[in-house]
């Protein structure tokens, strides 16, 4: 057979599906779990790359659009990596590897950062580095038991079409995460195994929660759920986590926030059994590195502001592997540039990664010269992602 990379067209999704449930068992039926990466609609074709054999896809890697808000403001262009697989009788031929270094030169063109979530080992090789961090909070009965909320009327959405148009807008409102279309949207409420409660005011829904339900293998009647996404009035979104441990009966749930300083995180630290700050797991590669520090300008100036340092210098970011350097312009604010500096720093692309998007900030990871200890006024830089929106 040819190993030819093609796309996906509109008599492949059937085979498509078996292969992705033959490859993640676990998440079966894939088009109904994560059918917001997984769907038959044509405008979304372009997002598959396949390898054929006598006409049925064997191999397929998926890269999917996400573009990010910046806390701060701006939008960040990643393409996301998602639904690799290959089915095992065509294992061990390099047709991941094909279509991972097809993908790669895809994104280019398109994404300043791609992100995926996978064996670090095997991924690595490729550029990309775990990053992120997020702030982790667990709840059980006994932390939230003298928690005072709010009366609000609270029930399951149903994926009523009204309810569903309400929480689109409710989600816009947090700020956080993928910026999505109303089809995006729509196909990621609808995912499996997904619930949404509703705090209502009147008829109005005012708040949501998304959670993922994990029940005891050995005693059906217990269970505990992460949050996969919540929005709205923050007393609402307190009710419904009460709720979903006092009256559902979850033993613990566990929900994300970001790390900096934000209404949600201060919500659910005051409910908390035990928080902690926490990698995302995921990866990160960087395609465009001028691209990824300008989408970030504003939110270094903020950085560099809260630390209230006065600063000014030049500091020149430059990439092993292509020569890419970026300049960072510090000083009142932070502005992105191609002028060189005298300062430099030349890293790999794998350890660019971890000076932008580590867990903590460059001096504790890198051993600079004094004259880079600005950075540690900036970086790490911060993103989030909805877990009910990642690929």
């Known amino acids: 057979m040819e190993s030819k990379v093609d796309l996906m067209n509109s008599g492949d999704f059937k085979e498509l599906c078996k292969l992705l449930d033959q490859s993640f068992s676990y ?14 609609l044509p405008e979304n074709y372009a997002q598959h790359l396949v390898i054929r054999d006598k006409g049925k896809i064997v191999s397929h890697v998926g890269v999917f659009p996400m573009p990010m808000k910046i806390y701060g403001g701006g939008i960040l262009r990643i393409g996301g990596i998602g639904a690799v697989a290959t089915f095992k009788k065509y ?12 993908s790669i030169k895809e994104m280019k063109n398109k994404y300043d950062i791609s992100w995926l979530s996978g064996d ?21 009965a006994r932390s939230v038991k003298k928690i005072k909320v709010l009366k609000f009327n609270i029930r399951k959405c149903k994926k009523e079409p009204e309810y569903l148009k309400a929480i689109e807008k409710l989600h816009d409102g947090t700020g956080l995460g993928i910026k999505r279309s109303p089809t995006e949207n729509k196909l990621v409420y609808n995912r499996l195994k997904k619930d949404i409660y509703l705090a209502f005011k009147g008829n109005r829904p005012v708040s949501y929660i998304i959670i993922n339900i994990n029940q005891d293998r050995l005693n059906k009647k217990l269970f505990t759920a992460n949050v996969n ?13 009460k709720y979903v441990i006092e009256q559902l009966g979850c033993e613990k749930l566990t929900v994300a926030t970001p790390v900096y300083n934000n209404r949600y995180k201060r ?34 100036t903020l950085k560099l502001k809260t630390s209230k340092m006065k600063v000014k210098t030049d500091i020149t970011l430059r990439l092993k592997e292509t020569g890419e350097a970026v300049t960072l312009n510090i000083g009142k604010e932070v502005k992105v540039t191609g002028k060189l500096s005298k300062k430099i720093i030349t890293l790999n692309s794998k350890d660019m990664v971890r000076l932008l998007f580590g867990l903590t900030k460059p001096s504790d990871d890198f051993k600079f010269p004094t004259a880079f200890a600005p950075l540690d006024l900036i970086f790490p830089l911060d993103y989030f992602f909805w877990e009910n929106e990642t690929v």
């Open 27 to 40: 998440t079966k039926p894939f088009d109904k779990t994560y059918c917001h990466i997984c769907n038959n």
């Open 91 to 102: 294992r061990g031929r390099g047709f991941m590897n094909l279509l991972i270094e097809k």
């Open 120 to 140: 670090r080992r095997r991924y690595r090789t490729f550029g990309w580095e775990n990053s992120g961090r997020k702030a982790v909070f667990t709840l059980n």
């Open 229 to 241: 996404e919540y929005g709205g009035n923050i007393e609402g979104i307190k009710a419904l986590a």
């Open 267 to 300: 919500l659910f630290t005051g409910m908390t059994s035990l928080v902690s700050i926490a990698a995302y797991g995921e990866m990160l590669k960087i395609l465009n590195l001028k691209g990824v520090l300008k989408s970030y300008e504003k939110q270094m």
